[in-house]
């Protein structure tokens, strides 16, 4: 069973960017759809970026424009490039595969204005 792992979380200021990272114990970035997804205190978890075995991206509103999902194959690892941070994107992030399936920690990401 494969696991992943988040990191790269932080306390970050308003308009200030971090760089999410996922960790996978097996090669699969090449061969499945995967996303970061996120869950804001008392809000349901939502999928903010999806990038499919095929390298193809896309975006949830909130985040385009902003946010970049990418991976390294070689690396076993897929990244989450959050540039021009909000408040509102205050959350625990997590990475899954898509449609997701057992959720791992996560990593909390924490803007201030």
């Known amino acids: 069973q494969v696991q992943l792992v988040e990191s790269g979380g932080d306390l970050v200021q308003a308009g200030g960017s971090l760089r999410l990272s996922c960790a996978a114990s097996g090669n699969i970035f090449s061969s499945a759809n995967m996303g970061w997804y996120r869950q804001a205190p008392g809000k349901q978890r939502e999928l903010v970026a999806h990038?499919?075995?095929?390298?193809?991206?896309s975006y949830g509103d909130s985040v385009k424009g902003r946010f970049t999902i990418s991976r390294d194959s070689a690396k076993n690892t897929m990244y989450l490039q959050m540039n021009n941070l909000k408040p509102e994107d205050t959350a625990v992030y997590y990475c899954n595969f898509f449609p997701a399936r057992a959720w791992g920690q996560g990593t909390q990401v924490t803007v201030t204005s």
């Open positions: 990038i499919s075995s095929l390298g193809t991206t």
